[in-house]
Nanobody, 116 residues
Framework: QVQLVESGGGLVQPGGSLRLSCATY????????MTWYRQAPGKERELVAP????????THADPVKGRFTVSRDNNGNTMYLQRNSLTPEDTGVYYC?????????WGQGTQVTVSS
């Protein structure tokens, strides 16, 4: 069955860096595009960045566009999210998202806390 497993979050000081991972299982990873979302405390879930099956990224009108680098390793069935110079506004739970054959899949999320 399809599984999306985020990891790499943690407590980071402002100005620090994080690279989040989304390991995937149960489907042909290289065939599908995927998306990173995040949800700050008390806020609605918001789009961070999508990536196509081939690694193409798309600009979206959202609060965090241009602040993250999304990539993927089709050989390792893993999607990544890189962010340098983190700020407290980056705090939240980051989620992996997939639509496949009419179904929607979410990972469990990984917590990112940016605080001094």
């Amino acid at each position: 069955q399809v599984q999306l497993v985020e990891s790499g979050g943690g407590l980071v000081q402002p100005g620090g860096s994080l690279r989040l991972s989304c390991a995937t299982y149960g489907f042909s990873f290289m065939t599908y595009g995927m998306t990173w979302y995040r949800q700050a405390p008390g806020k609605e879930r918001e789009l961070v960045a999508p990536i196509s099956s081939s690694g193409r990224t798309t600009t979206h009108a959202d609060p965090v566009k241009g602040r993250f680098t999304v990539s993927r390793d089709n050989n390792g069935n893993t999607m990544y999210l890189q962010r340098n110079s983190l700020t407290p506004e980056d705090t939240g739970v980051y989620y992996c998202y997939l639509t496949r054959m009419g179904s929607v899949y979410w990972g469990q999320g990984t917590q990112v806390t940016v605080s001094s």
